[in-house]
């Protein structure tokens, strides 16, 4: 994909991308909290809640550059190929592994896994919301899609690792136009994975259990 | 070069000569204690702090009137920002709450450049004040309602009103003080505050025995007496900055110092409340802004009221 796109293309893509993270960090301070690994270049999958759409930008944001250039966050494609801004966006500035989500849209036969897989032999790390959707309930989590237990059957070497973002409804509630600059937090907790005979529905209840571990203990008043 | 610049270079320069003298003392203690001393490391961390405050200031002090508002708006800001990060709020408060950054803030520091006294003392506590409740009011979710406006208040109040009558000193004119000194009142209310601050932590260490609240902070009577008197005195040696008398100048560094002494464990408190160590990590070494700032932040409306008081 790299190769046919021409050179000032991927120029504009890097300075959008360095744009992106001037402005996450100038109107939320994003902060890393590595409480569970260091940010060291390993291939990883981090999984992370998903409440906004301002939640990818964050986490990349936040990774240290050497770990940002390796990453790519797994993303829907009928959301980023929707138009030509959302086009150069998600797939060259984010370098985005396009997901469909929509099963009558996708090639006779393609499994949208093998894009992961793929990605992920290319030896790049991943960001994921296993979660499918945005979050709008009031519970802190939905229940994950079988994609993350499936990755961690398919590669068992990779760490998937737990990630919370903090703050960010508070920053960009639904339907709102202006953020807050408020202080988001991003913690990134010890990394799991898929154990010897473990099933679908134990691996991912526990994957859940050690995103929620990681949010702050709020008692909002 | 006028003798208000002239003045300045001097004590940049006075100001990095002692800095360097501190980051040689570093230098020293961890050569004398090893490479992992985790002490010697945080006075380190907190000079390299303190060494790019400096310059940051100088420069806005350089710059002049605008250098120093725009300097004191982005402090504000991330001061904002720290507090607002801690306090309650609902998905009703959002539009006040991005008014209180985006409209109240700047204002308050527009109103101060234009010099409009009237106006940026009563702005916050009369104006916002009223409104933002009603902007809340608005959106009709009634829960938690008081503390939330009253959150909010008490956010832009300290950290919008009362930080920018740091910079409104400048708008002070005091007779037979040329206005463009006003700057140097600024440096001596940082330095007293910040100096006294830290001898505080240092007497505290060394001969502290009685807490001022045991639990909340580690402050005792004994380094916050050592750390007002140490600020009075510097306070006399830079008296040549301000309008006042040697003995006032001592004086309004003393007071400076108590009450900023003061406001130290006022926010000691409220992290206690909200069960966190530090306002953020903005600042290496310490913290965040508002931990940085919280003493100058209590002493400067009472300096800027009290020398209203006595020498206008």
Known sequence: MKSILSLPRRAAAKLVGVAISMLVHFLTAVRANWQGIEPVNRQRVYFANHVSNADMPMIWSCLPPNLRRNVRPVAAADYWLKNKLRAFVGPEVFNCVLVDRRPEAREDGHDPMQNILDALDDGSSLIIFPEGNRNMTDDPLLPFKAGLFNIGIARPDIDLVPTWIANVTEIMPKGEVIPLPLICTVTFGEAIHVNDGEDKTAFLKRASNALVALAPKEEKL | ?312
């Not at chain 2, 720290?82 to 700047?106: C, I, M, N, Q, W």
């Not at chain 2, 009369?126 to 009709?140: E, H, N, T, W």
């Not at chain 2, 505050?193 to 639990?215: A, E, H, M, S, Y």
Request: with cysteine; net charge neutral.
């Open chain 2, 1 to 312: 070069m006028t003798s208000t610049t002239s003045d300045l270079l001097w004590l940049f320069a006075a100001t990095c000569g002692l800095m360097t003298a501190l980051t040689i003392v570093g230098e020293l203690l961890r050569i004398r204690t090893g490479d992992d001393n985790p002490v010697v490391e945080t006075f380190m961390t907190r000079v390299r702090s303190w060494w790019a405050m400096i310059i940051l200031f100088t420069l806005a002090l350089v710059a002049g009137k605008v250098g120093l508002l725009v300097l004191f708006a982005f402090a504000s800001f991330a001061a904002l920002r720290e507090f607002l990060t801690l306090t309650s709020k609902r998905k009703a408060d959002h539009l006040s709450l991005a008014l209180a950054f985006f409209v109240v803030l700047p204002l308050q520091y527009v109103f101060i450049g234009l010099g409009w006294t009237g106006l940026y003392s009563v702005f916050i506590p009369v104006y916002a004040f009223l409104m933002l409740p009603i902007v809340s009011a608005l959106r009709g979710n009634p829960d938690r309602f008081l503390i939330r406006v009253a959150e909010t208040q008490w956010a832009l109040m300290i950290t919008v009103f009362c930080l920018s009558h740091v910079p409104a000193l400048m708008m002070m004119s005091v007779e037979g003080y040329p206005a463009d000194r006003g700057v140097l009142l600024i440096a001596f209310l940082i330095m007293v505050v910040q100096f006294g601050d830290l001898l505080d932590f240092f007497f505290g260490r060394r001969i502290g025995k009685t807490r001022i609240i045991p639990g909340i902070s580690a402050k005792t009577w004994e380094g916050m007496a050592c750390g007002v008197i140490c600020a009075a005195v510097i306070g006399g040696l830079l008296a040549w900055m301000t309008p006042f008398s040697v003995v006032g100048a001592m004086g309004m560094a003393a007071l400076a110092a108590t009450v900023g002494g003061f406001g130290n464990l006022v926010f000691a408190a409220i992290k206690r409340d909200r069960d966190v160590k530090d306002w953020s990590h903005l600042i290496p070494g310490q913290g965040g802004f508002v931990d940085q700032f919280d003493s100058v932040v209590f002493a400067a409306p009472v300096f800027y009221h009290v020398m209203n008081l006595i020498w206008m």
